[in-house]
């Protein structure tokens, strides 16, 4: 076994990095790393709400964090506050409780459940009649 000399040779020679040289982000697909993350359909979901908020003029800022426990999305109404509400996702309450969850700027938990679609659908604004 060969070890290469740096953590970008590995690809160039053929060689082999160990463990520790290995950048998570340049892990290939479906590869596993520490952190939990959002997928794609996730993402997608979650950005697509956010996108019809700040078109509404309600939330103007977010941030994403991905920890060995949980990952979250935290939306803002202005960049210098806290997040008034955040969007978190930890496996290891998927059995239990469900995997998702909406936490107000207080830390109440506006909901809770398996389904990403309706727990974030406590964030949405109800539509209103126009006369």
């Known amino acids: ?16 990095r160990r463990v520790a040289e290995i950048d ?5 697909v479906g590869a596993r ?6 997928d794609r359909r996730e993402l997608d979901r979650i950005l697509d709400l956010y ?5 509404q003029g309600e939330w103007r800022d977010y941030a994403i964090d991905f920890t060995r ?8 109404r ?16 998927a059995r239990k409780q469900g995997a998702y969850t909406v936490v107000s700027q207080t ?3 506006l909901k809770r459940g398996h389904e990403l679609a309706r727990v974030i659908a406590v964030l949405e604004k109800p539509l209103r009649a126009v006369n």
Do not use: N, Q, W
């Not at 060969?2 to 060689?15: D, K, Q, T």
């Not at 790393?33 to 959002?38: G, I, K, L, N, P």
């Not at 426990?69 to 803002?76: L, R």
């Open 1 to 16: 076994m060969l070890e290469s000399a740096g953590p970008h040779a590995a690809g160039l020679r053929g060689g082999r």
């Open 24 to 28: 998570p982000i340049a892990l290939p």
């Open 33 to 38: 790393s520490d952190r939990v993350t959002f």
């Open 51 to 55: 996108g019809r908020m700040v078109a």
């Open 69 to 76: 426990d949980k990952a979250i999305f935290s939306i803002f």
């Open 78 to 93: 202005r960049a210098t506050e806290v997040p008034i509400y955040r969007i978190e996702k930890d496996p290891r309450l």
């Open 107 to 109: 830390g109440l938990i």
